[in-house]
């Protein structure tokens, strides 16, 4: 299957500094991508919808000043977290779609914000 | 909304017995189905999908799952368990009036005992 590669897999940060997530698609074309949060023992959440060379469509409730998503290229998609807190800590994925609609996860990037 | 629901968030068997975990969603329409596993420590995995065609689909690693339209359900199913299915497993509808955005259920955690 197509393979979805996310950079940091792990990273620790003190408050108000910001983190930048990278979500590549490594041997396929990502015309849209997607960013999840998934807190401990819950389920995926979708934040945003990420489409190449235009602005990332955010869900209900998910601040896009916060969590600033660019899609650059049809490979990659990056998340940045800015003057992360705490709260912010939590486990984020992305997944890049294929044409035939399906969907392959990147290995997530987990937060800890001090 | 599109919503998705497992029944259950835990469910303890031995090895060798059977497992099925339900899978219902809200959404009405042309919908494509999804179950995806979550071994400890890793990413998500398709385990199988339904887009059109045979309601009943088999996936990897024994797998099976059946879609019933006419009760909004699409239920994962496995004859014999092993130890090593002892993963998270998720439920994903997509829709197309839903923008088609993956909407995942809560999970459901399966442990194996050897």
């Known amino acids: 299957g197509a393979v979805v590669s996310q950079h940091p897999s792990w990273v620790i940060c003190k408050s108000g500094t910001s983190v930048k997530i990278e979500c590549r698609s490594l041997?396929?074309?990502?015309?849209?991508m997607f960013w999840y949060r998934q807190f401990p023992k819950q389920s995926l959440m979708l934040m945003a919808t990420s489409n190449e060379g235009s602005k990332a469509t955010y869900e209900q409730g998910v601040e896009k000043d916060k969590f600033l998503i660019n899609h650059a290229s049809l490979t990659l998609s990056t998340l940045t977290v800015t003057s992360a807190h705490p709260e912010d800590s939590s486990f984020y994925i992305c997944?890049?779609?294929?044409?035939?609609?399906?969907?392959?996860f990147g290995e997530g990037s987990r937060l800890t914000v001090l | 909304a599109q919503s998705v629901s497992q029944h259950n968030h835990h469910v303890i068997l031995s090895e060798a017995a059977s497992l099925e975990l339900g899978c219902n969603y809200s959404y009405g329409g042309t919908v494509n189905l999804f179950w995806y596993v979550q071994y400890p420590g890793q990413h998500l995995q398709l385990l199988l999908k339904?887009?059109?065609?045979?309601?009943l689909v088999k996936g990897i690693k024994g797998f099976e799952a059946e879609f019933i339209k006419s009760k909004f359900s699409f239920n994962l199913r496995k004859p014999s368990v092993q130890w090593s299915d002892t993963a998270e497993y998720f439920c994903a509808v997509k829709g197309k009036a839903a923008g088609n955005k993956l909407t995942f259920g809560g999970g459901t955690r399966v442990l194996v005992k050897p």
């Open positions: 997944s890049g779609e294929l044409v035939t609609g399906e969907l392959f």
């Open positions: 339904y887009f059109s065609g045979d309601p």
């Open positions: 041997d396929f074309q990502a015309t849209t």
